[in-house]
DNA sequence: GCAAAAGTGTTCTTCGTACACCCATGA
DNA sequence: TCATGGGTGTACGAAGAACACTTTTGC
């Protein structure tokens, strides 16, 4: 009932700052109604050639000591939970991702046999070139999507919903350049795809179908052949022209589909 | 990085359950770390004739008192963030829905001016003849999607969000039958369809792109004519055969797409 | 009785798919 | 030099889009 939730939410606003003038580490903060404690992690996905993979990170500590988990950490009171996720990123893996998105929030009460603890869980998307410079903690590790290790708490599960989420994701949108430098090839734009989508094209369908979106354009630092030359040239790079899709999709023009 | 957070773990969880000995009402949990409230937001929708709809309900205090807001409430220590947006449709609306989903969570610092909540947001679908004899609260109301009045807190953009989840998904999954009765003509169908997607199609390639599916079989009360009559015949109705589509999604043979 | 909605099939065009050869690259 | 991978075009079939007429239904 309305007046009921209204009541619970004043309640609950009656923090008690206890001890805004107790030494630092004293503080504690009081609610007439207990409160979960909320954090983000984050699935960080980045393509290799031929291979999807994710970052993941060795446990320390009790519970799940030594098992490998998504970086992540608590909300804080003046940050947003796509900040948090950021940030938390930026202070584990020293990593800027190229793409962040929230896919699903992970609220099983168990999950955590501590405390109650609510998850906020992003898929973030990185360029290979990225990650060379950053991701300098000993603790953290590349392991490839086909082949993971155990993983803490829920996060077996965390991960299949994100792998779902982008597999649904690429679909429509083209976030798979994120994974990929400014300039690339055909070939390895399918590698992507079919490593995502776990399936195979048939390559010459395979770029038709990109190139006909209009979203690519072909490297000027391509070997240019004569006008009439016969088979094979050079390898093309091309690039995608994010300000033509950005028009597409103000258009409604856009529709990708693989 | 890794030990900081297993720290802030172990901080907050030593809860001070302060006074599970004193009188109910004054019972205060308290944390060595401060915690956002969590709550539940439910966007139901209901399509009725040509239109979708949606439930909103009159708040009776401030902040925003008078204005429109989607039913909701906190998060108990016992329960999923599904189960509460489940129990809480009930308590409010008395209405059990066909479908829920969770669609994002949101979680602006200032969304709440009383103070921090985070807000996991779901969409649940329900049909017209579940409506009746439900929804008994005063200050309930459907509003067309069309025409909404101004909303509380954040929810004009929890609404954006909502409409935009429930459009990608009857892209890809039948979920516009939960709106639906048991029994309905292609033409309801197709209105749906056009309702949600602010769409139009042809008649007669809707009806035939949706009876390719091989989802849908004839109603068995469907008055049945001679063999090679002529024209039209009378009011077709069909149901959904939800048994067929679990066989095909098993068996990755679905693929919708409007 | 009349206007609006609903049942019904065919044609054309577009898109997806299957498929083969030649050449550059690097082991 | 040989195997692998990459550039290139065409023909066929399936699916989508455009489109008209007749009958029922409800005002």
Redesign the interface.
Known sequence: ??????K???D??S??A?SENEKKDE????????????TTDCVIFCFDKKDLNVLL?????EPYKDAWAFP????R??????ECALR?LK??TNLIPEHIE?F??F???DR?P?????S?AYFALIKKSDVEGGDD?S?ARWFKVKDLPPLAFDHDYIFKKALTALK?KIH?EPIGFDLLEEEFSIPELQRLYEGILNAHFDRRNFQKKMLQLGLLKESEHNVKRKPNAKGRSKNKKWRFIMEKYEEMKTNHQFRL?F
Chains 1, 2 share one sequence.
Do not use: C, L, N
């Open positions: 009932m309305q007046e009921k939730v209204d619970t939410i004043v609950s606003t923090k008690v206890t503080r504690v903060y009081t609610y007439k109604h207990p409160h979960p404690s909320v990170i060795q446990r320390g500590v992540g950490g608590f909300v009171m003046d940050e947003t939970a796509e938390e202070e584990e929230q699903h929030t609220t099983e009460v955590d501590r405390e109650r603890v609510i906020i903690a603790d649904q429509f589909e």
